[in-house]
């Protein structure tokens, strides 16, 4: 039976709520631990293993919700399918760890942090065994969620118990991967209700290489203009740098986590529609996705702009608050951000338009590596922010203008004049309580309490659907 696109929406919701609720508990204490050094390396580490797992994962992932989406209710030609990109999938992985190995072994840079490359390495083999895109297709939410917050309390407690000292970051290395780990592993049974994963040899290589490979050019370059300040910081600037530079970036990753939920879940619907030309289906889905995308936005990133201090000290410390001006950069980011990643997975995606979102990615990354290499050392963090707000906005218009040129318009005009509304008025109360009110946690409680008021009062007198339509919302199922 068809899953309800709105019972969907609000479980990865929570799930995104969730990877919000986790990073506050623990980033505060894992920062004050570590010191701003030890942090450093963690992200630094992780910075690598995200290149390793761009290799192993090919453009997989897209490549099968894609074309999965279509055939899921074929279940003979989805399980054939699957075992051939899952095999696929253990060849690129394979050489992941090849490539891998070499550097470890070869290049002496790498030496101080072979040890910690090798433990975050796990979640390299993990993700490509868990095979966890076919949970997707499904659109098996509310396992996802359940499990997500599961094992995240489970890492959660081993973290307060065995983290104790700045020495303890490879101990801590290990407790992360409880997350990837534990779910992709528990995963490998999980998902025999769906299909039984085997490695084969007989594979239509003209039929998914070619895709396959598009989307792993895009994947590479997309990698590289969001993965690359953090490296780059590392090899100019050190790991402290690094460190202050990630507890921004922590807060601007989460941020765009709990809005690209309301994308991820439509991307397979969206697919299927377009694929069977239910074109009108497409464009109502597609406008009420967008809608409540930048309904969402707008007043998260006018109070994290404001509170910027605040969070970065809430979240990593008096150490961490030289990395402000970052977030304050970053956040402004986050707009072009969600933006271009909804043009490209709900829009560009299902017409099969990977070349178009290759050639912007491409552009963006090659952007992104010349800014930074002129940024960063005379600027530091500050620098890497302001090159990825450049990158990100380049990229948002690009997609944008191409979803245009497709004759697609998904942008509702009187939503997005109520959110900027609404996005001034939360801006001027959260200034407002920030000026008058002396106790740090009565004014920051104050500004979300009316803010939110103020917001939602906006939406409803303007008539903003979307928001009607959740002050509606009761589960029911798709027309």
Not at 350 to 362: A, N, Q, S
Request: charged share 15%.
């Amino acid at each position: 039976m068809r899953k309800s696109i709105k019972i969907n929406a609000l479980l990865n919701v929570t799930k995104q709520i969730m990877q919000v609720i986790f990073p506050i508990i623990t980033v505060p204490y894992i920062t004050r631990v570590l010191l701003p050094e030890n942090y450093g390396k963690i992200n630094f580490g992780n910075s690598i293993i995200n290149y390793i797992m761009l290799i192993a994962g090919l453009g997989i992932s897209s490549y099968a919700i894609r074309e999965g989406s279509l055939i899921r209710n074929k279940r003979k030609d989805f399980n054939l399918f699957c075992n051939q990109v899952f095999s696929i999938n253990i060849a690129s992985t394979i050489v992941a760890y090849v490539i891998l190995a070499f550097l470890l072994v070869f290049v002496p840079y790498f030496k101080e942090y072979r040890l910690l490359l090798i433990i975050q390495s796990m979640a390299v083999l993990f993700t490509t065994i868990g095979a966890d895109w076919i949970n997707t297709i499904e659109e098996d939410y509310l396992y996802l969620t359940v499990r997500y917050i599961i094992l995240h309390i489970i890492s959660l407690i081993l973290m307060f118990v065995l983290v104790k000292e700045p020495e303890d970051y490879y101990l801590y290395a290990v407790i992360a991967l409880v997350t990837s780990v534990g779910a992709n592993a528990l995963n490998i049974i999980y998902i025999r209700r769906y299909v039984k994963l085997r490695i084969t040899f007989d594979i239509d290589w003209s039929r998914h290489m070619l895709p396959i490979m598009i989307l792993f050019s895009n994947a590479i370059a997309m990698t590289i203009y969001v993965s690359s300040d953090i490296t780059m910081l590392g090899i100019f600037k050190g790991d402290t740098e690094v460190g202050i530079y990630s507890v921004s970036t922590k807060i601007y990753s989460v941020i765009k986590q709990i809005l690209n939920a309301i994308v991820i879940v439509a991307i397979p619907r969206l697919t299927a529609y377009i694929g069977t030309n239910r074109l009108e289906e497409y464009g109502k889905l597609g406008e009420k996705v967008l809608s409540a995308l930048i309904t969402l936005m707008c007043p998260l990133v006018a109070g994290i702009m404001v509170f910027r201090n605040e969070a970065v000290f809430l979240a990593g410390g008096s150490e961490y608050l030289s990395g402000a001006t970052s977030l304050l950069i970053l956040t402004m980011a986050i707009v072009s951000s969600l933006i271009a990643t909804f043009f490209s997975g709900c829009v560009l995606m299902p017409l099969r338009r990977e070349k178009y979102i290759l050639k912007g990615t491409v552009i963006a990354a090659l952007i992104n590596v010349f800014l930074n290499c002129l940024f960063i050392p005379f600027m530091g963090s500050d620098g890497a922010a302001i090159t990825t707000l450049i990158s990100e906005t380049y990229v948002a218009i690009c997609f944008v203008y191409l979803a245009k040129k497709e004759d697609i318009h998904l942008f509702n005009i009187r939503v997005l004049l109520l959110s900027i509304v609404g996005c001034i008025a939360v801006t001027g109360i959260s200034i407002v309580m920030k000026t008058y009110m002396g106790s740090f946690w009565l004014y920051i409680g104050l500004s979300v309490i009316t803010s939110t008021i103020v917001y939602g009062a906006i939406q409803f007198i303007g008539k903003n659907h979307v928001f009607l339509e959740v002050l509606h919302f009761f589960p029911k199922k798709d027309k």
